[in-house]
């Protein structure tokens, strides 16, 4: 029952503020928040060409888009299910139609904490067919989402999820977010373009020494 309301808390937080800033001259976008956890951290700026990305995205293909609840928020997930597709969670693992998608315990990864620490998390690689193979986080046994209803995603729309799977509020909750319309797409994530942490601002070089995480730099985006 605790890591149940913990789970519930943790997805309550994720509600209150958007997961990436768009910057509205440019195809660029600061990521806000710890859902997309280790594919994306906060702080990261990720280029998201918007071309073509109404039509066609595979499974797998991680997108900034309108949260269809809130259309002032911009948010950041993984496309998991294409029009037609029948999604559930199932202990945990991803289910897609009917199957298990394929993963692989990995080494855990260590999550960053506020005072500067960080403590280890299990993570596992996923396999998404026809697209290639991400890391996910699993914090909690038994997670607020780890168990769900099958959702069978309308024509033109998509299921989107986080890889951080239980702290992240996504397509799981069909009262906050739901099905993604197509055309609330805005970009196709494609590049780590900057990476600060802590106080570090892209726009404010004074920041950057001690905050810029050069090896996230120019990382392609999976």
């Known amino acids: ?3 149940l309301m913990l789970s519930a808390l ?3 937080a994720c509600a209150l503020s958007p997961s990436a800033r768009a910057f509205e001259w440019l195809p660029l976008f600061q990521i806000r928040a710890m859902s997309m956890n280790p594919t994306l951290l906060d702080g990261d700026y990720v280029l998201a060409p918007s071309a073509g990305v109404a039509t066609s995205l595979p499974r797998g293909q991680i997108v900034m888009y309108r949260n269809p609840k809130h259309q002032e928020r911009t948010d950041v997930k993984r496309i998991v299910g294409i029009s037609g597709d029948r999604v559930q969670m199932i202990r945990g693992v991803l289910q897609i139609n009917g199957s298990a998608v394929p993963r692989e315990r990995i080494e855990d990864h260590a999550m ?3 005072d500067g620490g960080a403590r280890p998390v299990r993570a596992w690689r996923e396999i998404m ?3 290639g193979s991400y890391a996910t986080l699993d914090l909690l046994e038994n997670g607020f989402f780890d168990n769900t209803p099958p959702y069978t995603v ?4 998509y299921f989107v999820v986080g890889d951080n799977r239980d702290n992240s509020l996504d397509s799981r909750s069909q009262t ?3 099905f993604v319309p197509a055309e609330n797409i805005r970009g196709s994530a494609a590049l780590i373009v900057w990476s600060v942490s802590g106080d570090g601002r892209l726009w ?3 920041t950057w020494l001690s905050a810029v995480r050069w090896s996230r730099l120019f990382n ?3």
Do not use: F, I, L, T
């Not at 309308?154 to 729309?157: D, F, L, M, V």
């Open 1 to 3: 029952m605790k890591r």
């Open 10 to 12: 943790v997805v309550a």
């Open 112 to 114: 960053a904490e506020r």
């Open 129 to 131: 067919p026809d697209y």
């Open 154 to 157: 309308p024509s033109g729309h």
């Open 176 to 178: 906050e977010v739901g």
């Open 204 to 206: 404010q070089p004074w």
């Open 220 to 222: 392609r985006v999976r």
